[in-house]
Nanobody
Framework: QVQMQESGPGLVKPSQTLSLTCTVS??????????WSWVRQPPGKALEWLGY???????YYKPSLSSRISISREETKNQIYLRMNAVTPEDTAVYYC???????????????????WGKGTLVTVSS
């Protein structure tokens, strides 16, 4: 059973850096069964995918946000990190980490999507 838990400051000032941690249990973040994603949901709006990091540590971001997002990991702590600089009040949202799972089934890799989620953590950007 894969479990994920987000943590970090709930209040960030405009122009500062948002920094969150996702602690994963139930599997190693270096296992080839998952990509590890960050997703957010602003109040009253839809989920927005931010980016992900692979089991070998390669990172990919939503193009419109790529200039100010960084996703990294610490293998020994089994943790995934999100850094977003130059935040504005529009970045206020519930931030989730999620595991994008794949499995070798029937002789092929099958991609099952983001079927493991943390509970989310609210980050408010305000002065």
């Amino acid at each position: 059973q894969v479990q994920m838990q987000e943590s970090g400051p709930g209040l960030v000032k405009p122009s500062q850096t948002l920094s969150l941690t996702c602690t994963v249990s139930g599997t190693s973040i270096t296992a080839d069964s998952h990509f590890w994603s960050w997703v957010r949901q602003p109040p009253g709006k839809a989920l927005e995918w931010l980016g992900y990091i692979t089991f070998v540590g390669n990172d990919y971001y939503k193009p419109s946000l790529s200039s100010r997002i960084s996703i990294s990991r610490e293998e020994t702590k089994n943790q995934i990190y999100l850094r977003m600089n130059a935040v504005t009040p529009e970045d206020t949202a519930v931030y989730y980490c999620a595991g994008f799972r794949r499995a070798f089934e029937g002789g092929v890799w099958r991609y099952h999507g983001m079927d493991s989620w943390g509970k989310g953590t609210l980050v408010t950007v305000s002065s």
